[in-house]
């Protein structure tokens, strides 16, 4: 089965960029993955599916500041112009017929 | 509006059962494989088990592979974890949530299991 690796950290100053990596296992690479986002103490929230080909769809209401992208097995997230309210974790995930992966998460902080 | 509100949490001794309960509104609950997701204190997502929109397959992650079962009753739109054997380990907040094509796109709140002696 799938395995994602996340860094576990990453940090960006208020308005600028951010992206955050999410890499699939060897064998996967054509694998679509989910980001979510988890406020602090807060359920995740789902923010879009992002596929090898690197097309992303974006679920309801996610800001214009979010986008995703993809490069043989990483999938990207992008944060620009960066807010207070980005602070968070963000979760990749994906699925097969039976199983669904979850990866360690990344936290990040807003500078 | 997809609203999927847990209950049935609570502390309970190692070995002990709980009944997790998952109430949804909002969409057509027949339509929807659901799903089961726990994140232990200060800990990552770890995916529970799934189960199809008529309830004739589930899936099980191996950590709880023959202690969990879950189910389904469309005609009450709502979603179920019987959890069984449980251990020190089981301490978690569970999710339940609604999956699709795109991936888990809606979550409930949660409901905090903790099993302590």
């Given at each position: 089965q799938p395995v994602l690796t996340q860094s576990s950290s990453a940090s960006a100053s208020l308005g600028s960029s951010v992206k955050l990596t999410c890499t699939l296992s060897s064998g996967h690479s054509g694998y679509i993955i989910a980001w979510h986002q988890q406020q602090p103490g807060k359920a995740p929230r789902y923010l879009m599916k992002v596929e090898g080909s690197g097309n992303y769809n974006k679920g309801?209401?996610?800001?214009?500041r979010f986008s995703g992208s993809s490069s043989g097995a990483d999938r990207y997230f992008t944060i620009s112009n960066l807010q207070s309210e980005d602070e968070a974790d963000y979760h990749c995930e994906t699925w097969n017929s039976d199983t669904r992966v979850f990866g360690g998460g990344t936290k990040l902080t807003v500078l | 509006e997809v609203q999927l509100l847990e209950s049935g949490g609570g502390l309970v001794q190692p070995g002990g059962s709980l009944r997790l309960s998952c109430a949804a509104s909002g969409f057509t609950f027949s339509n929807y494989g659901m799903t089961w997701v726990r994140q232990a204190p200060g800990k990552g997502l770890e995916w529970v088990s799934s189960i199809t929109y008529s309830g004739g397959s589930t899936y099980y992650a191996d950590s709880v592979k023959g202690r969990f079962t879950i189910s389904r009753d469309n005609s009450k739109n709502t979603l179920y974890l019987q959890m069984n054997?449980?251990?020190?380990?089981?301490?978690a907040v569970y999710h339940c949530a609604k999956i699709t094509a795109a991936g888990t796109t809606d979550w409930g709140q949660g409901t905090l299991v903790t099993v302590s002696s």
């Open positions: 309801s209401g996610v800001p214009d | 054997s449980l251990r020190a380990e089981d301490t």
